[in-house]
């Protein structure tokens, strides 16, 4: 598994914050706001995956939990950090991103880091295994159709 330090400095993030559920479509619709619109279904499936796995997975779709997305544009990048308040989790992968080390029982949820890494540019967690970091470049898009923070 690679782990990486997260940014600590997301103070210039937009930041959304929802008790856990699944009930995810004005999370999503907010999220999306700003993205290309002929990009939506593609970012729409990725963040539904990560929001999905910090509600359920994560947070055990406990309601006093939250699952905290700070997002943001810089540089001709979008960038999603998705946080939970669970006990984390191990991901190992082998050299390939279709052989997920988990037990049988488990291997139904593992399609699901296996699409984020599908459709995004860099998917990168904290050691803990509650946060990830997901990141899309969209360099052919101009600057005044994108949030700027």
Same mark, same amino acid.
């Given at each position: 598994m690679i782990s990486i330090k @997260?940014?600590?400095n997301v103070s210039n993030w937009k930041t959304v914050s929802f008790a856990s559920t @699944?009930? =995810? /479509?004005p999370i999503l619709d907010l999220l999306l706001e700003k993205i290309p619109k002929q990009l939506h279904p593609e970012i729409r499936l990725g963040l539904q995956?990560? @929001?999905v796995n910090a509600a359920k997975h994560g947070n055990k779709l406990d309601p006093s939990k939250r699952v905290v997305v700070k997002f943001c544009y810089h540089r001709g990048e979008y #960038?999603? @950090?998705? /946080?939970?308040? $669970? *006990? $984390?989790f191990v991901r190992n992968c082998n #050299?390939? =991103? *279709?052989e997920l080390d988990l037990p049988p029982e488990e291997a139904e949820n593992g399609?699901? =880091?296996c699409i984020l890494h599908q459709i995004f540019d860099q998917v990168l967690w904290n050691h803990q295994g509650t946060q990830v970091k997901l990141s899309k470049q969209f360099h052919q898009f101009s600057k005044s159709s994108l949030l700027i923070c």
């Open positions: @997260l940014p600590v @699944l009930y =995810l /479509c995956e990560a @929001l #960038s999603w @950090l998705v /946080c939970d308040q $669970g *006990n $984390g #050299s390939s =991103l *279709n399609r699901g =880091l």
